[in-house]
């Protein structure tokens, strides 16, 4: 069978590189292009990668393909969607609302950006918690009359968060959220990113927009879709104070949430441990083989040990505690990587559900 | 005037290097003996400081003075308290059990250590919040039928969450606090203290005992002593999360506060900033220009900047918002020294108000 | 065919810990023992790894074995070595006095210990570089009277700096070498090893005892062995610093050296990239693809992209460039994995030579 | 007497803060004017400093002060020479090229840039060790008819070099240096500065430009004047690495020296000890107690705890020992701190040189 043909565009961020990592060896996915801002156009990947100090800016702990090195870079705003099955994007948000609807009238549009995630026909994807919205697309379709359509992914931030929160909601009911979070400085991206000066020996308690991203976000993707013509929002209270660190990946935040419901640490453990996600997620390609793990060592999780936990797909909690404030109120800490799950390849696990949904051939 | 005689026990650890500048140029009391574990008895002072590796374990950035640096360390057993007006303890709990007692027999015991925080008859001292628990140590005297007596000053942790909530208190009534702090590696000392391989390019969830420790020390702390036989607790509700990350001073603290009457962030702001403390307080050698710094530029607090504001002793807020889930809720950030204000200056704090209440002298 | 059984002694350190991982699925040696310091005999090994403060001290990335975890631990000192094929040892230096001439009675020891490292009829293997030393076990056990030998492997901190010298001295003649270091700090251990306060922002000018280690051995490694009574060292000037840097894993080193021949950079790049070891050795199960990776990127090497090349097994070498001041001088700057190739993986690697070369069977 | 006006331009950069902080209470020197690049014209000086995120770009721990914030910043190619008695800049090469010989047609240009530190009417100016220098801007001046002159100091890595250099050479002779630098992050500025993904848990071997800045400027600094047209550079030799370490000020070096006399350790610490520099430069006000602090502890220096020494001002060295290696050789480690002495601070010592020598009026 032929691989479905991708282009990534913002492929010479993080992200993007991200994307080049999950697409290799994909089973029914294949990179078929890359585009990034026009003053990389016309270079190859390898040359668009370097800063202007001549500083190779390939990331990840893998080596650079070497065929991908030398695939060349398109302008974002030239790719021409006919040549391609699907778009992944990763970039600014600005550059989203222009390109993604482009791109959409011809193919499926799987974007980590911002820009369209609050629309109304616009579902926001994280597959084992709400594989039920993804049908939403055939909405968005038929209302702007396109061909494909738009799918975006969650802030990263919100990903590990939703994602624990999931369970106990189906099983206690989730009514408040009180998050820290202390992010990663790949959450910020390379240009210009966090900056060593800044952040080493220290903490920036600020990131602007992100806790009203998470706040919003977490509404939706928690919410009820009943095949009409948009989400409807959980209605739970969430509040948020997000916070960087000195740590290159790996999001970790400070969970307190009251249920409708009490229960036991026991309880909270069991459920976040035994649960498959949304139906046949569990079995996507790049599922992780457990959704959380759960830790009773009180030091776990860390971002450094627990970050690429499954592949960077799982959520690693630890720290369940009750809580006294709250009414049944339970604590606990997460860890979620945040260019992995919380990025490129949670994107990609995205463009896996609308295959196996039938919603990504045109 | 002849100055006060203080003897610092612990002196090698990185609390007692900070008594040891503290108490350079001191108005009214002058360093008079070093203590330590039995190990580094009979050493000088700058020997005792060495570590088997043969590095010196001078931990401030002044210089350590040459006139400290040939003092004779001795057993912290053998301190014979006579020969002090007073003492400085930084020493672990289980060692503080055995010590403290005995040097109160004589002496008034300024304490960092943990041991009899929870005392009926002890108070627990930040002096802007409670001066007015200080006269406990007559009760406590009289009781143990000692000359001196002991106050113990809060864990590091508490120090600055305490501070801020004094003024909110004050004006509005605190009910309840959620917090999740983002701890200095300082807090946790040098032997074995916190190492490199764990704490780089990563977060450590859990610091034993302390979460304990700040919900007891805070309801003690912000409660009232009517002149009777104990401190009446806060009826507060208190649940923490504490951390640790790669920073070397200053703790960071992300606050989550209910509160009795609904308060403003312009209120919470001019409250906190025009806060003079406790009568007299701030008239105190070592008090800072103000209790409490809040910042508008949503980026502070931050420890590297700020943990050294006004000699370490202000506590550092910023990012005030209301909070939409807990009732008449407010949320911030705050960084505070954690062995300056947290544990030596604090301590130094304490003798000049018990020094200006009448209750130092014997 | 039966595997070879072999002991970890020092199993619970950070080279244990890699000896470990090394084992994994080892081709002919199996893990059939631990052993440890007394206060940690007979606990399992999960809980000889816990920290007094509880903190798991398993410090890989890759989980803990379940297998492993609750293997027993023996007191080192209490090792049967007649249980054994093999042991393989990662004890400070005093201990190994004590421990490894005991083992060897009765089977080979290879050790990452500095206690018999410059005993003359024991060899300092570096595979690639001198296996033809190893016969030398031969005269050891004759001299002894032992069944089984010691091989020693060498310092972390040279293993990189022989690997590149070796084809350079092969083809040029290697006459001087001045090298700084910039040392991980997982050369220290955990033990205390390096505390996050001395390291965080900061440099440490000085590990004792390396730097002597570095020109004692160097030349021993690099010398020739005639079949004799002992290996005669090369003639060669070695002067070095060695600093401690804020990196986790993975040693840097500057190096300047002087040559008996011209090189040019082209021909040093070559002569390194071509260089396949002495005979045979390319082809043990754990040899990396090249011995030497050399990068033209001025960027490169950087010990967190470059410390893992190779399964921790290749050494990196960049930024090659002619030196003026040096007779016929050469500079360049090396990664290499000071705990995989430096220490676990390269002594399972002696390990193998033993084997390949007949010596490993008693 | 009134103070002498003094112009920064390149204001907002980490070097242009240190400016602002050096010219606070300076006996002779005023701040009456700030420039920057064109998009910060017209803005507030704290309005420039924010970076595109909101973040305030005030890197220094002593707080901004108020009369600063409030100036109005100039774009640097509008400022008018003749409203000022003295300029400072701190701008990259290619922008001083234009500004600076602009700006000297009417007054004198300290500089910290490197575009004209090369030319022959140009002296490269560290006041202790070449204050003889200084009058070849008499030269400059004549030869291209400006009432004002042009003064570089050299690169922030070759600062310390050459101070510890000069007492040896004028006791021993300087044949040969090699060096290998530990560069802070603060000498790449911020914008776009090193990125904390790029350097946090690594060591990036490669900075442009400076091994050959130090190179060259190294024979120029320790050359003769004879009051002729240009400086006889040093017949030395000099070869460097420089890289970079996750340290925030203070650069480190690892320096090899060969002597044309030999000289013991003691010879070495005590010529450094007692070196006063060049007549009269230890009483200019910004000097430091002692140009060089040399270390007996082996665990000295380190850049956290020794960059600010004296105020930034002060070389410290430690770890003194002959080489083996080289002819007559030493080596050492040193920490100087880059923005201070190796920049802003070092600018004023200059301008302060100058003045004394009666070169900075018109």
Redesign the interface.
Known sequence: MAKLRAVIIGATG?AGQQFIAALRSHPFLELAGLAASPRNAGKSYADALR?P????GW?L?EPLPEEVASMPVQNGADVRAQDYDLAFTAVEADVARELEPRLAQHIPVVSTASAFRYDEDVPLLIPPVNADHAPLVREQRRRRGTKGFIVPIPNCTVMGLAITLAPLHQHFGVR???M?S?QA??GAG?????????????????I?KEEQKVEVEAKKILGTFDGGASVHPLDV???C?C?R????EGH?E?V?V?LARRATVQDAARVMREWRGAEGTDRLPSAPGSWIQVHD?????????DR?AQGGMATTV??LRE????EN?L?Y?LVSHNTKMGAARGAVLVAELLHARGLLAG
Chains 1, 2, 3, 4 share one sequence.
Request: glycine letters at 8%; a neutral charge; zero cysteines.
């Open positions: 993080l800063a100090s001549g500083m190779m990331f702990t408040a959220v009180l820290t202390l400085m790949s390379r240009s210009p990113g966090v900056i060593g000066l800044d952040i080493t020996d220290n903490v920036i308690p600020f602007p209270k969430v509040s104070t916070t660190v000195p740590v290159l970790t400070s307190f009251s060592d009180p030091f776990r999780p860390q971002p450094r040990l690429d630890g720290r809580d006294e404030v709250l109120g604590k800490v």
